[in-house]
């Protein structure tokens, strides 16, 4: 059973930065694309950056420019580097893995998820 914790959310004015950690364990071998997902409130859960085993990263529109995906491979941890933060930024953080499926990819495809880590921006 693959588990994924998060951390590193908080509280945050309108241009600031945090950085989110996945860390994964219980991994079962094979390739496997990592993301981080986002649902504000009352909204649906979207996805945010994905990072495949080759390194290939894909942004959603809304964070391009301003997040950062990235893993070390030797930790078993994925990081969300987050600058600029802006208050439509304001949601609960998962990370999650994804085993089969294309590339991005889609929400159907992440099969496990860790509990969410909550940011919010204030204006």
């Known amino acids: 059973q693959v588990q994924l914790q998060e951390s590193g959310g908080g509280s945050v004015q309108s241009g600031g930065s945090l950085r989110l950690s996945c860390v994964v364990s219980g991994y079962t071998g094979g390739s496997a694309c990592m993301g981080w997902l986002r649902q504000a409130p009352g909204g649906e859960r979207e996805g945010v950056a994905a990072?495949?085993?080759?390194?290939?990263?894909d942004y959603a529109d809304s964070v391009k420019g301003r997040f950062t995906i990235s893993q070390d491979n030797a930790k078993n941890t994925l990081y969300l580097q987050m600058n600029s933060l802006k208050p439509q930024d304001t949601g609960l953080y998962y990370c999650?893995?994804?085993?089969?499926?294309?590339?991005?990819?889609?929400?159907?495809?992440?099969?496990?998820w860790g509990q969410g880590t909550q940011v919010t921006v204030s204006s």
């Open positions: 999650a893995t994804a085993y089969s499926g294309g590339w991005p990819p889609q929400m159907v495809d992440w099969s496990y």
């Open positions: 990072i495949d085993s080759d390194g290939s990263t």
